[in-house]
């Protein structure tokens, strides 16, 4: 099933679009960093790795329909990191999903664009109940997921961890 899901959504500081081949390089400041990885893909990327995790992002959106947006900082025109919809085939339930750069952490980024996409959400994909599913130990996460609203429902074994899923609220 297909929906007409925006490419592009914007808010006070950012505009969230669809990625492009040149995202790689500003998407590596995170996926090369150990502190921010670790509770993601499980350790730093090369540069081929982030080639192909953003090939991966284009690909959601190929298959499914919708995907992760490129977030843009208005001031600065660099990609910040991806947040949007997600959904794996190994994933439990779509998700609202986020990961950003250390350096644009503690700026109110990743809270302004997950409510730019659970609100496109709730209006273009209203019988979709989203959740965030988040590795136990990622405290930063769990505290978004909270502020968006999200409520705690169970706790599972995932990948060799323990994950909490957190079902947002419309």
């Excluded at 439990?92 to 730019?116: D, H, N, S, T, V």
Aim: proline fraction near 6%; charge should be neutral; include cysteine.
């Amino acid at each position: 099933m297909r929906w007409q899901i925006p490419e592009r959504l914007e808010t006070e500081r950012l505009v969230l679009r669809t990625f492009e081949e040149e995202d790689w390089r500003d998407l590596h400041a995170y996926y090369s960093d150990p502190v921010c990885t670790q509770f993601t893909v499980g350790q730093p990327l090369t540069e081929g790795g982030t080639w192909r995790i953003l090939a991966s992002m284009i690909g959601h959106w190929q298959i499914r329909g919708y995907g992760p947006y490129a977030v843009v900082e208005r001031a600065s025109g660099r990609v910040v990191g991806p947040v949007g919809l997600w959904y794996p085939v190994d994933w439990p339930e779509p998700e609202i999903k986020w990961a950003l750069a250390r350096q644009y952490w503690g700026q109110g980024f990743a809270l302004e664009a997950a409510r730019a996409v659970r609100e496109m959400a709730g209006e273009v994909l209203p019988a979709i109940k989203l959740i965030s599913f988040i590795q136990a130990e990622n405290s930063a996460s769990i505290a978004l997921a909270e502020r968006l609203g999200a409520v705690f429902e169970e706790a599972r074994p995932f990948r060799g961890g323990t994950w909490h899923l957190y079902r947002h609220r419309r």
